[in-house]
């Protein structure tokens, strides 16, 4: 199927550094989302975006965290400055809309393993 | 609010079975939509089959199929035949519907694990 592509697979930063994750979506894809998943649990609702803006977010996503897809290249998350509790994995995910307006299923990366030290 | 809920944390079966995962739901729309995805051990997420709520038939894909119970808001994932490689964690997700408030955001339940022994 279509394939959404993470870079890194993991990244080891100190508490207090800037992190970018970078996601490259399914070409003709126009929705685009991350989502959270700690171990061993669910995965959470981060942001959404979609034309250059951010349609929704969540709780999760704190002061310190930011999108953006400048040029149509990578969307990226970026966590300024990190903390403890962001260590996690981060899914990026990206979707088309329905013929009939639908939001249409959405697909992931691979994740990204965020190590906050 | 949206909420979804798996109960079996973890299910064991043989290969070649047929394996039904349970998954229940809560939202206050009329119109919504049922996915189930999988993670394999890789930590890839696979999506596998969806439902839309205003379809009475059941989705069947492959040999995944859902049994979708509207009253009682509950969407089973069935799995026929079972494979070794159908070793996963398995997660039942939610979208509401495609109204002006609505941003195509998914619900994830915790997940349950399948393992699927020979």
């Known amino acids: 199927g279509p394939k959404v592509l993470q870079i890194p697979s993991h990244q080891i930063i100190d508490m207090g550094q800037m992190v970018t994750l970078n996601c490259d979506p399914v070409s003709n894809h126009l929705y685009f989302y991350w989502y959270k998943q700690i171990l061993g649990q669910q995965m959470e609702f981060l942001v959404n975006?979609?034309?250059?803006?951010?349609?929704?977010k969540s709780k999760l996503f704190k002061d310190q965290f930011s999108v953006e897809r400048p040029d149509g290249s990578y969307f990226t998350l970026k966590i300024q400055p990190t903390a403890l509790e962001d260590s996690a994995v981060y899914f990026c995910?990206?979707?088309?809309?329905?013929?009939?307006?639908?939001?249409?299923?959405?697909?992931f990366g691979p994740g990204t393993r965020l190590t906050v030290l | 609010a949206q909420k979804v809920t798996q109960t079996q944390t973890s299910i064991s079966v043989m290969e070649k079975t047929t394996v039904t995962m349970d998954c229940v739901y809560e939202?206050?729309?009329?119109?919504?939509?049922l996915f189930w995805y999988k993670q394999t051990a890789s930590g890839e997420i696979v999506f596998l089959i969806r439902?839309?709520?205003?379809?009475?038939e059941n989705a069947t894909v492959g040999h995944y199929s859902l049994n979708f119970q509207k009253p009682k808001s509950s969407i089973g994932l069935i799995i026929t035949a079972t494979q070794i490689e159908d070793s996963a964690v398995y997660f039942c997700?939610?979208?509401?519907?495609?109204?002006?408030?609505?941003?195509?955001?998914?619900?994830f339940g915790h997940g349950t694990i399948l393992r699927v022994h020979p």
């Open positions: 939202t206050q729309d009329s119109s919504y939509f």
């Open positions: 995910a990206s979707s088309l809309r329905d013929w009939g307006g639908d939001y249409a299923e959405q697909f």
């Open positions: 975006f979609y034309n250059g803006k951010v349609m929704e």
């Open positions: 997700a939610m979208r509401e519907g495609n109204t002006g408030a609505n941003t195509g955001k998914l619900t």
């Open positions: 439902q839309d709520s205003y379809k009475k």
